[in-house]
């Protein structure tokens, strides 16, 4: 068995850390017992004496088995550094249920180089180089290396953020077996698993070969079960609020005074509430003369059954806006959500070594993942995008009698069609990844290694319970044919067709009152699929050694060059190529590719050594030269230094520049349209509080803007109107990069031993960020320039009352980010009751993150913000001996806003608390060959903390949580057994 002080180790100047127990060493600890030297991330050189001039994480494979993790980026997400990145419980969203990726210091999983064994890993993300780190065999893993700061000089494209390295077992000899499983404390959520580990030697041990299979498979956990996420969280006008607003308007205050004083004031402007909307329901809801209407099975019509208070909220903001408080009939946004999907996995793994007798040693490593998740969301709804027409078949006699007291012609209605099913997708995806290696000596200390790879990443993605667009809206569109039957506008009027040209003979009418009938459902529902595809091909060469020796040690050099090709295929499914599927979206295949030529050189220089006020001061320089099919010619470089003034004392600093080349996806793209509710900048809602420069605009546009009935400046526009978004990639762009800054303090007292101080400040400067305009800033921006003709405008579509039907968007080098931060580590062990004793804290203090979301303006400040809290820390404790080991973990979250401006005098609540979250693990050594680790998480179960209408960060929109950093699953309990034979 692996002793427990091998977990965490590290090289002079490199702070090492674990997520649950961590063990730092630095080489002033001569003295310590049972120290693992490695060659740490960062470096390709041959000699690792001089310590790396960036901080270094490192996580043993004796802590991830503790942990009771079963995809790593669980123990990784844990992390300071690590901002919410996919994994299981924030991947029902965005199209890719059920990877892992993980962000290094919040840059964006993009920014965030994963190695293996220090090479590339092919993307799991088609037309993306980011990593699916689940897909890499838990059980395998020897250690985990995670390098803040740019790498690019020594690794490549990609490394902006920093680099993960892990470390995996390839020459091993015996058999090993670990079985797992899991439960929440509300018996859901199962997880279970099993990875088995074989390795024998042959000829005379000159080889290896080392199998590994493992299977894994955890359920979903779905909101509606948990009490803390089974709501609906809203922010509403605050009466007191809107009472004062009045009252001053009566006193003849202008709107600029009123909200000057509004905002200022010790009144909260909006109200957190749970409120539902009276669109979320199973039956059909119309709304007439100020009443919400519903049917009853049969089709007859009576009020809506509201909340507790029987009253509603938001009535002027038109059918998709009306809400009630809870008590009522509606469906709550939590009945169709998911705190984790389920995630089926099976992988196998094979590496062979072999050390020839001319000294050449030759591997080959290979992998299959096979991997099965799903997401679902809201079954098919309508929130009143499609009315009835008067004249509809199915229009009774009562309700035909109101709309004609009213005067409507048409009828917006909505529904949740949950008979349909929860829209989602069903994902199938394979991992092959292989990997020869040929590695030799020459010129007595210098060693070379030649690779090439090929790894190729593919997902059938199969979308469920949608339905034909033109069919659903041609079923909607019913009339009474001469003989007073129900049928379809289209079969009898082809101009009434959803689509010029198609045949709806065969056309079901749709009564939306009554349930929908089996007839129907098969008219309409529709399943496709979809394809994806990545591959990844490289050849590297690189030889490292000794130049000579100096009065201060050996000069070490590493020189290589290195050749990679990256392509990707999107495949839609005939439905999405034809737009007839869900909303009419239209998607077309993305085919692209690109090769990159690389040569690289790295060396370390000690200045000087023993003597004083400098027992070692080393200098680190290195170089790439890249240059990429697409984006052309980029040089990437490092400097940095290792000073030791005294044994007690370490300082390191660098300074680099990284890249990240543009991928396939934000340079082939074709262009696709999809709908969406686009924001009005010209709405009721918006205008109220705009300037007189955005005033004048809006009418110029067309926009009815009007003064309402206590002296405010609004309009006929609803806040939100369905809309197209037109979006495509740009072959011409450049690459990003990133000016990196790094320094660091190294405190080791000789006078307590196994005592280490770490810290580390850290700064990131990204500059051409690839990105499309956000709609948001498009829209706003369009309206607050002094003249209509500008490039914003120019992107928008509008219908003649100025309502915004679509927005086109380009990826372009846009933006810039300023990220800087602190990291305090602390560790210390001591002997105690025949064991050993270790804390571990590290802290980090996030001082900046700017971003631009428009190059025409200033960077805004973050920090602070949903998902970038600005203090994040973990505190580590555990007791160890021969027999078995305790720890426990707590990690704090502090707090956070949903928005810059959301202040105390804006809303209440308007931020997070700060949460602390404690696991605990014990193991025990049953026999030297087999080990039982228990463990649960978020002993306590604290219940995740919820912001209205958030989403950054990995959170959920509909919940107003983040599984990315908070625990939204609650209490959990894991066990495993380890045998060693």
Known sequence: MLKHNKICISMLGVFATCAANYVHATESDKDMDNVERIAVTGSRLLSIEAASPSPVTVIGEDLIQASGATDIAELLNKLPSMAPGLSSSTSNYNGNAGMSTQDLRGQGAKRTLTLVNGRRHVGSIPGESTVDISSIPTGLIKRIEILTGGASSVYGADAVAGVINIITKTDYVGSKLNVSAGISSRSDGEKHGFNFLHGLNFNDDKGNATFYFSYDKEEEINAKDRPYTNSNWSYLPNPEHLALKEKLFAEGKTSQEVTDITDNDNIPNNLSARRYSITASPTTVVFIGGIAYTFNADGSMRPVKLGNSGELYRPENGLTGIQTDEGGEQLGAYEFQRLRVPVEKAMFNNTINYEFDSGYHFSLDSKYVKTESESRVFPNSLYGSVPLSRDNAFIRSDLGAKMDEYEMTYLPIARHFTEMGQQGTDYERDVLQIVASLQGTFANNWQWEFYAQYGKASSDNTTVNSYYEDRWRASLDSVRDENGNAVCRATIDASAAPIAGRDYSNCIPHDVFTPMSDELLNYVKLEHTSTESQTQKVAHFHASGDLFETWAGPIALSVGAEYRKESSETSPSQALRDGISASYAVEQPVVGEYDVKDVFLETNIPLLSDVFLASKLNLNLSVRSAHYSEAGQNTSWNVGTVWQPIDDVTLRISRSRSARAPNINEQFTTEGEGFEWLYQPCSQNRIKSASAQVVENCKKLGVNVFTNEIGETTSDIRWYQPGTIVSS???????????????????????????????????????????????????????????????????????????????????????????SGLDIIANYKFDMLGGTFAINTIVQRLIRRDIQTDPTLELEPTVGLFAHPEWKATVNLSYENEQFRVGTATRYVGEQRYRENYTASYVNPHETPSMFYTDLTASYNISETMRLNVGANNVFDKKTPQMPNAYSGGANYYLGTDGGLFDTLGRTYFASFNWEF
């Open 729 to 819: 990639g740009n072959q011409d762009l450049d690459v990003e990069t990133a000016n990196t800054l790094t320094a660091g303090l190294v405190f080791t007292p000789t006078a307590i031993d196994n005592l280490e101080l770490t810290f580390d400040y850290w700064d990131i400067k990204l500059s051409g960020l690839i990105d499309n305009f956000n709609v948001a800033t498009v829209v706003d921006s369009c309206v607050e320039q002094s003249s209509l003709d500008n490039q914003f405008c120019a992107l928008l579509t509008r219908q003649p009352d100025g309502i915004i039907t679509h927005v086109n968007l380009k990826t372009l080098n846009l933006n810039q980010r300023r990220t």
